[in-house]
């Protein structure tokens, strides 16, 4: 009898053989298929819908709420922005073939790097089904295989979705075996595409914490690792307020659950007792519970508000993923920087700030992989940055910093032209 763990060997070694396939396709034919994809989602939305339907009245049943589930869930205007960013994939230039670093060396030696396909890409990732066309479409048009393992909870979606790439691939000339979907939720077999190095370049784990470190600490391929935002605004003393306002607003409120959403407020001092209550009038109005430390807690009660709670050690540092949000009063652009060095995750932080030296002293300061003046931590996302999607926000240093796209699934090989010259 075959294994879950032989299958998932046969479907690395069909990978690999696809990854040679897609590398020498070109980009008019790839994106042929994508478009072809874009149009399956929206003609195929009720099997999809249909089907992801039934994976979150499970996970109801089975205690999944919240956060969780508002990221299982896809709905029609959901499934049309999964659409438009595979239509705006297919737009973008094709990386593989690109020529960069050019230069004529003194013996005469022609140099130059030349972009070219990672290979095979592994995503073991949990809840979000868009993750299956994301990282897919990216993958394919980056000239690479992809192995996907989705999380038990979105089974069903995921099949669904990847019926529809297999469709659109196999209608458009290009092997089936550019995608590989793992159907076996079985926990063991994340253990095992740890260790394919032989079949897979590069892993992207998505998900939890806790997952991300697991795959971090074992895979014994490279890994980008990241997602986990814990992210922060800092309203200087200089702030237009108003603006702070609608930016603290849309930082926290406009989509909670995801990581680029902010965490943590600080604010200045001077500004506090006359801000603090115009935000905290919005964020409550719009269900925002407020875990604030002392100062704001002061601030806040002397005007009446109610609703708050006093912030503890586990606040700090904390991505809250709802509609929570720590606050903190702070004296200088220097305190707010060190609360940020302490607690942070490297993902994504911002200065809402109109004294220029402020702004860019936060900018060179501030260790992270997206650093903002005047603008909400949301927009920290493949799509919003003009690259069609993304495969994931890597929040480490190397290869690939913050969102990922088509380059960052690319590397390149040294190409050199000569007309007969030896070494001495």
């Not at 297919?90 to 003194?106: Q, S």
């Not at 159907?183 to 095992?192: F, G, M, N, W």
């Not at 993923?321 to 200088?332: G, K, N, T």
Request: glycine residues 8%.
């Amino acid at each position: 009898m075959t294994t879950s763990k032989e299958i998932l060997q046969a479907k690395g070694k069909e990978a690999r053989a696809s990854s040679r396939q897609l590398s020498k396709g070109g980009a008019e034919a790839k994106n042929r298929a994508l478009l072809n994809l874009a149009e399956l989602l929206l003609s195929e939305q009720g099997a999809i819908l249909e089907a992801n339907s039934a994976d979150c009245e499970d996970a109801q049943a089975n205690g999944l709420s919240g956060t969780w589930l508002d990221r299982l869930l896809l709905t029609p205007g959901r499934l049309e922005a999964v659409a438009k960013d595979v239509r705006n994939v297919a737009a973008l230039p094709d990386p593989v073939g690109e020529m960069f670093d050019a230069r004529v060396l003194p013996n005469g030696l022609s140099t130059g790097k030349r972009r070219v396909p990672l290979g095979v890409i592994g995503s073991i990732y949990e809840s979000r089904p868009n993750v299956t066309i994301d990282i897919f479409s990216l993958s394919f048009k980056a000239g690479n295989a992809c192995i996907l393992r989705g999380g038990r909870e979105a089974l069903r979606s995921n099949k669904a979705l990847a019926e529809v790439v297999w469709q659109a691939l196999e209608n458009n000339g290009w092997p089936r075996g550019a995608l590989q979907f793992v159907e076996d939720p079985d926990r063991s077999l994340v253990e095992a595409m740890v260790g394919m190095r032989d079949y897979i370049d590069l892993l992207i784990p998505r998900g939890g914490a806790d997952l991300i470190r697991y795959v971090g600490e074992n895979a014994s391929m490279p890994v980008i690792t990241g997602g986990v935002g814990v992210c922060h605004t800092y309203i200087d003393r200089s702030a237009d307020l108003d603006m702070a306002t609608a930016i603290s607003y849309n930082a926290k409120v406009q989509r909670p659950t995801v990581c680029n959403a902010m965490d943590t407020l600080l604010v200045h001092s001077e500004i506090a007792p006359r801000w603090l209550p115009q935000i905290a009038l919005e964020w409550l109005n719009a269900g925002v519970q407020m875990r604030c430390d002392r100062r704001a807690l002061s601030i806040l009660a002397a005007n009446g508000d109610e609703a708050l709670q006093e912030a503890t050690d586990e606040d700090w540092g904390k991505e809250h993923l709802a509609l929570v949000a720590s606050v903190r009063v702070v004296d200088s652009l220097d305190d707010a920087m060190e609360h940020i060095e302490q607690y942070g995750s490297g993902h994504s932080e911002a200065i809402v700030s109109e004294d220029y030296s402020a702004a860019m002293r936060f900018l060179d300061e501030v260790d992270a992989a997206a650093v903002y003046v005047n603008a909400s931590t949301r927009f920290t996302d493949g799509a919003e940055f003009g690259l069609g999607a993304e495969v994931g926000i890597s929040t480490q240093k190397f290869h690939a910093r913050g969102p990922m796209g088509l380059r960052e699934l690319t590397t390149y090989k040294w190409v050199v032209m000569g007309n007969g010259q030896i070494r001495s």
